[in-house]
């Protein structure tokens, strides 16, 4: 009962602050504040992973703000115009939410860097399975930046060692641990 009662705060203070800002550009930039906000956080929203229920959520309240803010202002629209809006800022989100989370599973489908097709096709297979511990074991380099020591992996009979290598060639151990197969 005591963590609900923080998280509830919490989030009643995030739909707060959200409020408050999309109602202050609403006033400050008239209805077109609330369509920046709109598409902004449709975009935002579509580029990132975020539960569904919060994203219907804030697509029902940007344009609610909008239609409230403008009736309580008695805005120089009618009826039909305050809709019209509404509706534009409840589809600039949607329309920006859709176009980001497209662009964002267009760059995750992308294929390897540029090799020959034949090339790809024998990594991916591999690079997909899972690796055993055999396969593993070797010395394995990282080169570093020029302040920094390379580093060394060394997988060798279930046993992982890390290591730094300095730039007189001297091997120092930072970490070792027992591997099970």
């Known amino acids: 009962m005591n963590s609900v009662i923080p998280r509830l705060a919490k989030s009643i203070g995030l739909w707060g602050v959200l409020i408050f800002f999309v109602v202050l550009l609403t006033l400050v930039f008239s209805f077109m504040g609330t369509l920046i906000c709109a598409t902004l956080a449709g975009m935002m929203m579509g580029a990132v992973k975020v539960g569904r229920r919060l994203v219907v959520a804030v697509s029902l309240l940007l344009p609610a703000i909008v239609f409230v803010v403008l009736h309580l202002t ?59 511990l055999d396969e593993l074991n070797g010395t394995w380099l990282s080169h570093a930046g020029p302040n920094e020591g390379s580093r060394v992996l060394e997988i060798k009979n279930g046993k992982l060692v890390l290591s730094v290598l300095k730039s007189g060639g001297e091997l120092v151990p930072i970490a070792e641990r027992g591997l099970t197969k």
Do not use: D, H, N
């Open 74 to 132: 008695k805005a120089e629209l009618q009826e039909r115009q305050i809709g019209l809006v509404s509706l534009l800022c409840f589809g600039g989100f949607w329309f920006m939410y859709a176009g980001a989370g497209f662009l964002i599973a267009a760059e995750q489908r992308q294929s390897l860097p540029s090799s020959s097709s034949a090339e790809t096709a024998a990594v991916l297979p591999r690079a997909l399975r899972e690796l055993s």
